[in-house]
């Protein structure tokens, strides 16, 4: 087999590999606990991460909020 086709073989099959063992890990298998359920929170763990870092928090943590409270009151008499 050509070198190039090899190396789109084994990056399909990695990719298929990788998608396939996600959508088995997260599938609702209903409302009994399993042995799958640290993984799936995990993986929901790290999605919400990176959703956060990308895409930034969805609302400000309510420090942040209480510090910018008394500089917008100073601007605006």
Sequence with gaps: MNSQTDKL???T???ATATAAYFLLT???GSEPNALDP???AIQSAESSVKDF???AKRQPEKEIEKLA???AKEHP
Excluded: E, L, Q
């Design 13 to 15: 099959t990695m990719v």
């Design 54 to 56: 990308i895409f930034g």
């Design 70 to 72: 008394p500089n917008s």
């Design 27 to 29: 599938a609702d298998y």
């Design 39 to 41: 993984v799936k929170r």
């Design 9 to 11: 073989v084994r990056r």
